[in-house]
């Protein structure tokens, strides 16, 4: 069967590794999915966004997977460095109904 | 310059006090949002507003209220803080065409 990543509030990678952040989402009526990334000390920003009649797109070093079967979501970053270092959410929407459901976030440290 | 501006960055408060944190944008974008974040959780949101004359509450509006005196600035108050509010507050915007949003470098409240 398929295998889900399990969600995990810290993540720790050494510089240069590949990092896979991982997020289920809750409502099987979610079609815009998005990850943020806040750093220490600042508001959350935008990092990729995808739709759900997609399952995959990339972007600079980093890639978002989307499986709507199990309702999970995964951000691989590659090649991490130590500017990677902050929490990731995942965020889902329905529609345009302009609001956001948030994930409790992963700490990601990358050690050099 | 910052597009998401909020004021105070940081602010100490007794209980039964009366607060107020303030922000402004300058993206054009008609909706905006008020957030708490708590360690260790995610972002939930207190108050929305899709233009100047709309209000809706979020999932943790009680013990707060909202002012939107234009399409730039939307207001937070806290009537009678009490010490469970003691929290990171986030003020975000949204263009309406798709659900990202982008969020100011947030308020840290702390009620004694």
């Known amino acids: 069967g398929e295998s889900v990543g399990l969600h995990l509030p810290t993540l720790s990678v050494q510089e240069g590794d590949n990092s896979i952040i991982n997020c289920a989402y809750s409502?099987?009526?979610?079609?815009?999915f998005i990850w943020y990334k806040q750093e220490s000390g600042k508001g959350p920003q935008f990092i990729i966004d995808?739709?759900?009649?997609?399952d995959k797109r990339q972007g600079q070093r980093v890639t978002v997977l989307l499986n709507k079967t199990v309702k999970h979501l995964s951000l691989q970053i590659a090649a991490t460095q130590p500017g990677d270092s902050a929490v990731y959410f995942c965020?889902?929407?329905?529609?345009?109904?302009?609001?956001?459901?948030f994930g409790d976030g992963t700490t990601l440290t990358v050690k050099p | 310059d910052a597009d998401v501006t909020q004021t105070p960055r940081n602010r100490i408060t007794k209980t039964g006090k009366r607060i107020m944190l303030e922000c402004s944008q300058t993206?054009?974008?008609?909706?905006m949002y008020w957030y708490r974040q708590d360690p260790g959780l995610g972002l939930r949101l207190i108050y929305y507003s899709f233009d100047v004359k709309d209000i809706n509450k979020g999932e943790i509006s009680d013990g707060y209220s909202v002012s939107r005196q234009a399409q730039a600035k939307f207001s937070l108050s806290l009537e009678s803080a009490i010490p469970n509010q003691t929290a990171l507050y986030f003020c975000?915007?949204?263009?309406?065409?798709?659900?990202?949003?982008?969020f100011g470098p947030g308020t840290r409240l702390t009620v004694l």
């Open positions: 965020a889902e929407n329905i529609g345009n109904a302009g609001k956001s459901t």
């Open positions: 993206k054009g974008h008609d909706r």
């Open positions: 995808i739709r759900s009649n997609m």
């Open positions: 975000a915007t949204s263009d309406g065409q798709a659900d990202t949003q982008y």
């Open positions: 409502n099987s009526a979610s079609d815009y």
